[in-house]
């Protein structure tokens, strides 16, 4: 679990990402600019880590954070009125929204889609590799059995999505 923590410490929203969306970018441009810089560049920026590990809801938080204030165009010191709340803003936009989505819903469906393509790619070298390592049977789904402590960080965040799945 180590290597997640330092994967997503990496990706901090710290420092670069927060310089990158300087204040003037916030007054110069429009509502709908910042939301496609939003789109564009803030989700953009953790989207491999989103696909190989189960992101901590404190650094999801912190993206978010980051999106809202963006693109409500909150400095430093002043905040400006949030229009409307952020679970409107990132419903799909034929419910009304954005369509910026939540940050963990995006993770879960990253790492949902390894699953997927662990059923789907039966001889695929990376499912065999996988198989071979915990020494499941090629025709069954690993993801189905039970995670321990000595499984990688990855095989532990896909396997934690069992309960979300069903």
Known sequence: MKDAIDGWSKCEVKGSKEACLAPWKRRVLSKGGRLVLIKAVILSIPTYYLSVFKISVGIA???ERIQRSFLWGDGVIKRKLHAVGWSEVCKR???GGLGIGRILDKNKVMLAN?????GKEDKALWRRV???KYGME??????????????????RSVGSLRKDLG
């Not at 390894?114 to 662990?118: A, S």
């Open 114 to 118: 390894w699953i997927w393509r662990f």
């Open 138 to 155: 090629e025709e069954s789904l690993c993801w189905q059995r039970q995670m321990s402590n000595n499984d990688s960080c990855f095989v």
């Open 93 to 95: 936009k034929g419910k």
């Open 61 to 63: 938080n912190r993206i």
């Open 130 to 132: 996988i198989c071979s």
